[in-house]
């Protein structure tokens, strides 16, 4: 802003005098206002009071801002991620990592400053679908949304800023309740007849990789495949792949994994969300109960999804046929039932025969979580849990165990130990099936970009231009005014002079 | 003989009185113009006034306003570095050559000397006519003479062009996109001397009314062009 004193300008002749009232004029975004002040001081001393005045509010401000500035970045510090249920608008998880998330952001990216290396990795994946009920054998088609522009967060190679689709099977890797528990998890899933594709290769690894894949409520020679029910093969953005690659991130990690690191992000479904059919066969051990039920995916999709689980599924396939395919079905919803599918990991107990179906209930016509993780650290996970138990008995995200599912009490317990336990008939227990992404997104160093723009013009000149002047005074005044005058006294002259002469002749003939 | 000297003096008489008359009114009329000049001239767009628009500072920061930004959103033409020559503006008939100005002690800009009205000005310490940014020609309005080289600059209007000849032999054509007239006071420096994402002309002079007090007019008229051709 620019206060100028109209008596203080520079224009010849007119200079400042005196001191009184002057005009103001402020030259602010509006318009320019006048405003009347009182100057009664010398410049000297108004410029000296103006500095400090200034100074005063230039320190005010600028503490200001730093306070605000800091305060912002407490907030932001350590901010782990929240998870919100974005079809419910409502978040399901907040992480209770050190740092609180700052209320303003809401669903939306959060930054999160790493800690030694300040690191800004801000991205929000939002998991959308599947939007209709997904049955044993079918395919499951789970969209990952990235937000775009934000820190390329790379759930697979294959993954772009954009949408991340991943079609195919989905792979449910058991976690056991606690990492304490040495035991895997019971284990579950009926195998699910269809099988299918079920089995990706890919998800072999993923299986074994994942400790619960220890599961098998039979002992299969295979152990440690599991068959995963389902397996998310990742197709992004029509790329589809097949079955998950060992390496894909989307592998559940082994157990040792289960400690997410802290930047973890963890969608979770809650057991609601699912709903499980188990077909009844209750495998007996044998052969591997371990047979995915999981299913859910398969071929169904035919897409990619379902070469994926060969592997497994294969093995399932095999070997469980068996049990699996138990046709009759068997719903457990929020009981537990579930089954799941999973990955075939079944875990220690046998499995039951069930095969699981799974609906994914939507909320107006959309089942989506959306996390917005933020965080430094990096391999960051996201962790799907799908919870047989209701709700509420969902574990939170946050936890680095895995979501404590408990099972229901009609759950079998699993047996803790590897040892294969008999399926219980009914063979409906909850559990928990993990499908897990590994997001390795190395922490960058925030980069700020600072645009500094030269300007064109080198120095900036002082006001206006002063390309005028007052033009020198027309003489015709003048040579009017001394014209006129000549005029009038001529003829004045002229005429005292003929009066004058008039008389003098007038005189003179009377005299005659 | 009485009768003629009578007729005579009579038409003497008649004849001082007129001189007379004419003598008092030619008085009247050089007191009148002495001291009353009547209305102020006005110089410059007439709907036009000051300033204080608040698009003077986003012409800059968003370059430039109507022709400005069109002309942004294409690769914007510029010129390498030379110096002006001349300007000629073919419309009021302006073709006057340039000296290169730059600040007074005080740091404002310096004008031409009032002795050579036809002389126009650029500012050296801005982009040269063609390049990239706001190229600065000011040029008088008038002089103690009469009327100097951008008499009438304010009566262009948009569309108009300006050609800037250049050291280097090429030829700088600007497309008038707005003449502005503004209160000295509320100069848009800003908006005249902010950065442009185009090579861009200001012409400056003086308008509005001239202030006998201050010596100066009041306003100033301040034209905006774009670089639209070279040759």
């Known amino acids: ?512 | 003989m009485t009768a003629e000297p009578r007729g005579h003096g009579r038409i003497l008489a008649a004849a001082l009185a007129i001189a007379a008359l004419i003598g008092v009114g030619a008085i009247t009329a050089g007191l009148v113009l002495l001291l009353d000049p009547g209305a102020p001239e006005v110089i410059g767009p007439a709907g036009d006034t000051s300033a204080a628009d608040p698009t003077d500072i986003a012409d800059t920061a968003d370059p430039g306003s109507g022709a400005d930004r069109a002309s942004a959103e294409a690769a914007p033409l510029t010129l390498p570095k030379s110096p002006p020559k001349r300007v000629r503006i073919p419309k009021i008939k302006v073709d006057a050559p340039v000296r290169s100005l730059g600040l007074d002690r005080d740091g404002w800009l310096e004008v031409p000397p009032l002795n050579r009205p036809n002389l126009t000005g650029w500012y050296r310490l801005g982009p040269t006519p063609g390049q990239l940014g706001p190229a600065v020609i000011v040029g008088h309005v008038n002089s103690k003479a009469g009327p100097a080289v951008f008499a009438r600059l304010h009566t262009l209007t948009k569309g108009d062009t300006v050609e800037v000849q250049r050291e280097d032999g090429r030829v700088a054509v600007f497309r008038v996109d707005e003449v502005q007239r503004v209160d000295k006071h509320a100069f848009p420096t800003t908006r005249v001397y902010g950065n442009l994402p185009h090579a861009g002309l200001r012409l400056i002079t003086c308008g509005g009314t001239f202030d006998p007090k201050s010596g100066t007019y009041n306003d100033n008229i301040i034209v905006y062009a774009t670089l639209t051709a070279t040759h």
């Open chain 1, 1 to 512: 802003m620019i206060v100028r004193v109209a008596a203080g300008r520079r224009d010849p002749g007119h200079r400042l005098r005196a001191w009184g009232d002057r005009k103001v004029r402020w030259n602010g975004p509006d318009s320019p206002r006048e405003t009347t002040v009182k100057v009664g001081l010398r410049p000297a001393v108004t410029a000296c009071a103006g500095a400090v005045a200034l100074a005063g509010a230039g320190t005010a401000l600028f503490a200001g801002y730093a306070a605000g500035h800091a305060q912002a970045e407490d907030q932001a510090v350590g901010v782990p991620y929240t998870c919100v249920d974005a079809a419910a608008g409502t978040p399901t998880s907040t992480e209770t990592g050190e740092a609180t998330e700052s209320p303003s952001e809401g669903v939306g990216p959060q930054t999160v400053t790493a800690s030694p290396t300040p690191v800004t990795r801000t991205f929000q994946v939002t998991l959308v679908g599947p939007t209709s009920a997904v049955t044993a054998g079918q395919g499951v088609e789970v969209t990952w949304r990235v937000d775009p522009g934000e820190t390329p967060v790379a759930l697979q190679e294959t993954i772009d800023p954009g949408v991340l689709t991943m079609r195919g099977n989905l792979r449910w890797v058991e976690y056991p309740p606690a990492t304490e528990i040495p035991t895997p998890t019971p284990a579950t899933t009926s195998p699910s007849p269809t099988g299918t594709d079920g089995s990706s290769p890919s998800s072999t690894d993923q299986q074994s990789q994942s400790p619960q894949q220890t599961e098998s409520p039979t002992p299969t020679p295979d152990g440690d495949t599991p068959t995963p029910t389902a397996t998310l093969s990742p197709a992004a953005s029509g790329s589809t792949t097949g079955p998950l690659p060992a390496l894909s991130p989307l592998s559940p990690p082994p157990m040792t994994a289960q400690a997410t690191p802290p930047a973890a992000m963890i969608v979770e479904i809650q057991a609601g969300d699912f709903t499980l059919e188990a077909s009844p066969a209750p495998s007996p051990t044998g052969t591997d109960p371990a047979t995915p039920t999981a299913e859910q995916t398969t071929g169904g999709s035919g897409t990619d999804g379902n070469a994926t689980a060969d592997g497994e599924s294969g093995p399932a396939s095999g070997e469980t046929a068996t049990a699996d395919s138990g046709p009759g079905t068997v719903t457990s919803p929020d009981t537990g039932e579930n089954t799941a599918g999973g990955d075939g990991d079944t875990t220690g107990q046998s499995e039951t025969p069930a095969t699981p179906d799974l609906v994914i209930p939507v909320h107006d016509g959309v089942a989506r979580l959306a996390c917005t993780p933020a965080t430094s650290a990096t391999p960051a996970a996201i962790r799907i849990t799908v919870v047989a138990s209701p709700p509420s008995s969902s574990s939170s995200p946050g936890d680095d165990s895995p979501s404590p599912t408990s099972p229901t009490p009609t759950d079998t317990t699993p047996a803790p130990t590897d040892s294969p336990t008999s399926p219980t008939p009914t063979g409906t227990f909850t559990r928990t099936h993990y499908a897990t992404v590994t997001v390795p997104a190395p922490p960058r160093p925030t980069r700020t970009e600072y645009v500094t723009e030269t300007a064109q013009v080198q120095v900036t000149p002082k006001g206006w231009a002063r390309t005028g002047a007052a033009t020198e005074q027309d003489p015709a005044a003048s040579l009017l005014i001394l014209g006129g005058a000549a005029l009038l006294l001529g003829s004045a002259a002229a005429g005292a002079y003929l009066r004058g002469r008039a008389s003098a002749h007038g005189g003179g003939s009377r005299d005659r």
